[in-house]
């Protein structure tokens, strides 16, 4: 049973790093694929992005600038841009990453340009403002034109290695149950972070860390795990909105008051009046806010949670402004809007954004595992401990480099068969739950159905793993997770036996990888004791350079459990000062210095 297929150069996930990844394999000459495990182009966190595009300077000037932007900062520099990335990202970046990112992001904007994308407009003085569709668009519009082979609602289960190297990908037809097996000579993994892992997500609900699971079970190192950026001010309520981040945008623009569940102002608890001022108009503003909303939730919090978002002392007048000033609110959000206006709130708290750890790469975007090259958000060290440019202009340097990598590494190598018995345990191992009867949750009266154990890792994860971290949280999370590992692999069974569009395997077959992000990022939460960026440990309320400046790689242990080890950050031109600050501090000084 199955379908066997053969490319040079097979792409897993088809947003804006693996579609520019495709272009790129398919223009050096390689059969290319890419597979998505919903529609191609319109899945993954690139759909859903602002979007924005980052760009800087070449040596006598904004690239910007020249480009036709006159609001672009013509003092701006590509050696600056490079210092604020590793500074603000607390000097945990691998630099060889940084130095490509800012080398290369005005010559994927130009191409684009080239390419017929529309710009709106001057995002900031680095960066322009674009529609993701549109982008997707132009992408899957090139791709196409280049050859790209295209296909939809095929899941990526897991990887196919032999001897040491990666040559295929097993996956389900997500419609029909039936396993794919595709065999390449080079494969790029551009699936997105871990969103769904969290209850709450600004991102898409099929972000399920695929890749990273995948790449971890075929032996590849993931660095950094513990680093997750959160965002402020995300709706929670109205359901139809929910995971909206239109109010994090409106407060960005200074509109709209930050309540409690009594109607209370809140933020000056935490910060004074001038730090409340950074918190809210700085690029750490998705640090300090979800700080601040996360104790006032423990404290005061409206029954479902959250926090409220009000607009209601704002005249008419200020609601026709954002609408002309944000035209993306009117098409999407205008009920939301409209609501704000009547004088009703929305129920907003933070929500998982941003995962700066992934699957650790080298500046050739080669993972430990030969043939295997990861790009996007989906691989860790670029932004080290806090992104604070672009993701958009990431998936788009990273996806090009990654594929001109693959692609000479496809066309030197020989195709390489796949390992017969490893893909008939592979596939053994994943029919185990149609063949169970139903099984008892150990500890919970919940059967160990998929959604129940989906509804017990988003506990885990919101509860301990999310914007404020102690050592008994996150050591209880370790201890949860061998045990719902366990019953994974041994107790599963699903009530519906037909393997046709089967909701609840294709369940189970996402567990398989939040439970091995969960594991690797609580390890590294764990052993990283003290706070750092977008890791804050309760504590652990310092930042310690001299101790600390190192990564935590993750690497899956014989029993399947993530192990982790210390490596030494990929250092260049910026060096962190020494010594050890108070976190917050330390925070307050980046964010008064980029102010």
Not at 139 to 154: I, N, P, T
Not at 245 to 273: C, S, T, V
Not at 540 to 555: A, F, G, L, R
């Amino acid at each position: 049973m199955g379908d066997k297929r053969a490319v040079d150069v097979l792409i897993v996930g088809s947003g804006g790093a693996g579609l520019r990844a495709a272009i790129e394999a398919a223009g050096a000459g390689c059969a290319t694929a890419v597979i998505s495990k919903g529609k191609v182009n319109r899945s993954g966190a690139s759909l859903l992005a602002g979007a924005n595009i980052s760009a800087d300077v070449e040596c006598d000037g904004n690239s910007l600038y020249k480009m036709g932007f006159p609001g672009a900062d013509r003092d701006d520099s590509k050696d600056a841009w490079f210092r604020e990335i590793v500074d603000q990202g607390m000097f945990l970046n691998d630099q060889r990453l940084v130095e490509t990112y800012v080398e290369d992001a005005a010559d994927r904007v130009r191409e684009l340009i080239d390419w017929g994308l529309r710009v709106n407009g001057l995002e900031s003085g680095r960066g322009i403002s674009v529609s993701s569709r549109r982008l997707l668009d132009v992408l899957m519009r090139k791709a196409v034109e280049r050859g790209v082979e295209c296909v939809s609602d095929l899941q990526a289960v897991d990887l196919l290695v032999k001897d040491g190297r990666a040559c295929g990908v097993l996956g389900v037809d997500v419609f029909t149950g039936e396993y794919v097996e595709y065999r390449a000579r080079a494969i790029i993994l551009a699936t997105g972070g871990w969103h769904s892992l969290y209850p709450l997500t600004s991102g898409g609900t099929d972000l399920t860390g695929d890749g990273q699971g995948m790449a971890f079970r075929a032996g590849a190192d993931l660095i950094n795990m513990e680093m997750v950026t959160f965002c402020p001010n995300t709706v929670l309520s109205p359901g139809i909105h929910r995971g909206s981040i239109a109010p994090y945008i409106l407060g960005g623009m200074g509109y709209g008051h930050l309540l409690n569940r009594k109607g209370e102002e809140f933020l000056q608890r935490y910060f004074d009046p001038g730090i409340a001022d950074l918190a809210l108009h700085t690029e750490w503003n998705k640090l300090m806010l979800s700080f601040a909303e996360a104790k006032e939730i423990e404290k005061e919090g409206t029954p479902v949670g959250g926090l409220y978002f009000s607009m209601k002392h704002c005249p008419n007048e200020v609601f026709e402004e954002i609408l002309e000033t944000i035209p993306g609110l009117r098409e999407s959000y205008l009920p939301m809007i409209e609501r704000l206006a009547s004088g009703y709130s929305i129920e907003i708290a933070p929500a998982a954004e941003y995962f700066e750890g992934g699957i650790r790469v080298n500046e050739r975007y080669e993972t430990a595992v030969a043939g295997l090259y990861a790009a996007g958000e989906c691989a860790g060290g670029l932004f080290g401990a806090n992104r604070v440019s672009a993701a958009t202009t990431q998936m788009l340097v990273q996806g090009c480099r990654a594929a001109g990598c693959a692609s000479e590494y496809a066309m030197e190598t020989g195709p390489e068969e796949v390992d017969r018995d490893q893909v008939s345990e592979l596939k053994a191992a994943l029919d185990l739950p149609f063949e169970r009867q139903r099984a008892v949750f150990t500890g919970a009266p919940d059967p160990a159905s998929p959604a129940a154990i989906r509804k017990r890792v988003g506990e885990l994860a919101d509860r301990y793993m999310s914007v404020i971290r102690t050592g008994e949280g996150i050591e209880h999370v370790e201890s949860e997770v061998g045990r719902i590992r366990n019953v994974l692999r041994s107790d599963v069974a699903l009530s519906n036996r037909s393997r046709a569009y089967n909701p609840e395997w294709l369940e189970y077959l996402a567990l398989r990888n939040l439970v091995d992000v969960l594991d690797a990022s609580s390890k590294s939460a764990g052993i990283r004791t003290e706070s750092r960026g977008a890791h804050f440990r309760e504590d652990h309320q310092y930042t310690d350079n001299d101790e600390w400046v190192k990564c935590i790689v993750t690497t899956k242990g014989e029993a399947g459990s993530a192990e982790t080890r210390f490596e030494p950050v990929v250092a260049g031109r910026v060096q962190p000062p020494p010594g050890r600050a108070d976190y917050w501090e330390n925070i307050l000084g980046l964010a008064r210095k980029y102010i």
